[in-house]
């Protein structure tokens, strides 16, 4: 067994919207550049992403494991081997920050069992821009992933974060682009008309839009256009 010490592991962002390197700090992108072997959902995404950082190597000289839904247990764990043996790696997101909405975390879990260093990198997060910009509760919230896909089971999931919203706590969630339309449709029909909705969009893109109010108020706006954009949902009691 080899007695070198361990590599660490950096959590690298990437940007949420198309064009929108700028929203990396520099010295994500100096560390990036430092590192030649990487764990990502997708190879071909997390190498067009290096690509735009314009390293000083050519792509093809870095290495990269696949982590993904197709990727068995004793993959996983062998992910880090060269961690262990000494090598820096890094863990990229498909978009945002790894680990969090991502199936990154589950390498991070185990480079805590290894003994491995975790280091985060500071970078956009749409979960935390869209409470930022929300003008609701930063100090108490929790994010739900994705909601049921069945209409009926829909609504009962909107109301119980209702319900859950009574208690002063920011509820957030996500849903599949195509299905933006129906969310906010189901809201608007079945929440209270003082219960505060959020939509945020495009965050970072220069069509990002940010809007939130009562129930009441947005049966009474025209609606934005929904349909294929990456969006954060929000419930609130005021």
């Excluded at 592991?9 to 560390?31: C, F, G, M, N, W």
């Excluded at 930063?138 to 909601?147: D, E, I, K, P």
């Excluded at 349909?227 to 609130?236: D, L, T």
Aim: proline residues 8%; aromatic residues 8%; hydrophobic residues 40%.
């Amino acid at each position: 067994m080899s007695t070198s010490p361990k590599g660490k592991l950096y959590l690298i962002p990437t940007p949420i919207a198309e064009d929108s390197l700028y929203t990396i700090p520099p010295y994500v992108t100096e560390r990036l550049h430092q590192l030649k072997y990487f764990i990502a959902e997708r190879a071909k995404t997390a190498r067009r992403f290096i690509k735009t950082t314009e390293p000083r190597y050519p792509i093809s000289e870095l290495h990269f494991f696949e982590l993904n839904k197709r990727t068995s247990p004793e993959e996983r764990n062998q992910f880090l081997d060269k961690v262990l043996e000494g090598q820096d790696m890094g863990l990229l997101s498909e978009a945002g920050c790894p680990g969090v909405a991502d199936p990154g975390a589950k390498i991070v879990a185990q480079a805590h069992r290894l003994g491995i260093r975790v280091v985060p990198l500071v970078g956009p997060s749409s979960i935390l821009l869209a409470l930022m910009a929300s003008g609701m509760n930063g100090q108490s919230f929790a994010f739900h992933g994705y909601l049921s896909v069945k209409t009926p089971e829909l609504i009962k999931d909107l109301k119980n974060l209702e319900q859950a919203a009574r208690h002063g706590q920011t509820q957030l969630f996500i849903e599949a682009p195509y299905r933006n339309r129906n969310v906010v449709e189901q809201a608007l029909k079945n929440l209270r008309p003082d219960t505060f909705f959020g939509i945020a969009m495009d965050l970072t893109a220069a069509e990002e839009y940010v809007r939130s109010l009562p129930i009441q108020r947005w049966q009474q706006e025209k609606l934005p256009e929904l349909h294929k954009r990456p969006a954060i949902f929000m419930v609130f009691k005021g």
